[in-house]
């Protein structure tokens, strides 16, 4: 009996999919605590410092260096590695700065005497936003490194700035109760 390709095709490309993005899964399911969230962490945390990672593949300075007098394609090669090795490396921290932004957002909407149930709400929408945005990040990676994309991180990192505001704004609110 010869397998349908039409049934086969996709079940592939399924487990392949999910393979390849099980760990970036693993790092946004996993339950954090806020005893993991220090006061010095929460009070030195800035989103500015991922704006960096919105840049780190831009079409733009692979062209400047392939104009270069000398341009080698071993050095174009290794610096586009290097990148992704670094895109990667902001891509966990951002997933771990997030979680953490919003265990601790959950936990000082937990210690209100208050009803917050639209802010919890908007809490969930943002993580599943946040891992949505994370996988397409992900995914776009994946291409990138086999050549045919470039990376966009805007939307990772504008939903860990909107993690930050809500943090703010819910502490602010737990400070004035």
């Given at each position: 009996?010869?397998?349908?390709?039409?049934?086969?095709v996709?079940?592939i490309?399924?487990?392949?999919?999910?393979v390849l993005?099980a760990p970036i899964?693993?790092?946004?399911?996993?339950a954090?605590?806020?005893?993991?969230?220090?006061p010095e962490w929460?009070?030195?945390f800035?989103?500015?410092s991922?704006?960096?990672?919105q840049?780190?593949l831009?079409?733009?300075d692979?062209?400047?260096l392939s104009?270069q007098?000398g341009?080698d394609l071993?050095?174009?090669?290794?610096?586009?590695?290097?990148r992704l090795h670094?895109?990667?490396q902001y891509?966990?921290?951002?997933i771990?700065?997030f979680?953490?932004l919003?265990?601790?957002?959950?936990?000082?909407?937990?210690?209100?005497?208050?009803d917050?149930s639209?802010?919890v709400s908007?809490?969930?929408w943002?993580?599943?936003?946040f891992?949505?945005?994370?996988?397409?990040a992900?995914c776009?990676?994946l291409?990138?490194y086999?050549?045919y994309?470039?990376?966009?991180a805007?939307?990772v990192?504008?939903?860990?700035?909107?993690?930050s505001?809500?943090?703010?704004f819910?502490s602010?609110?737990?400070?004035?109760?």
């Open positions: 009996m010869q397998a349908n390709p039409l049934v086969l996709p079940l490309a399924g487990g392949l999919f999910i993005l899964l693993y790092k946004l399911l996993k954090y605590r806020v005893e993991d969230v220090s929460l009070e030195s800035s989103a500015q991922y704006h960096a990672m840049n780190l831009a079409k733009d692979f062209q400047f104009q007098p341009f071993s050095l174009y090669r290794k610096l586009r590695r290097e670094i895109f990667q891509l966990a921290c951002i771990l700065d979680n953490k919003h265990v601790t957002a959950r936990f000082l909407l937990a210690q209100s005497k208050e917050h639209e802010l908007r809490l969930v943002l993580k599943v936003k891992s949505l945005s994370v996988v397409r992900e776009n990676y291409l990138c086999l050549g994309r470039s990376l966009a805007q939307s990192v504008q939903h860990l700035e909107q993690m505001s809500q943090l703010r819910i602010a609110s737990a400070s004035l109760a």
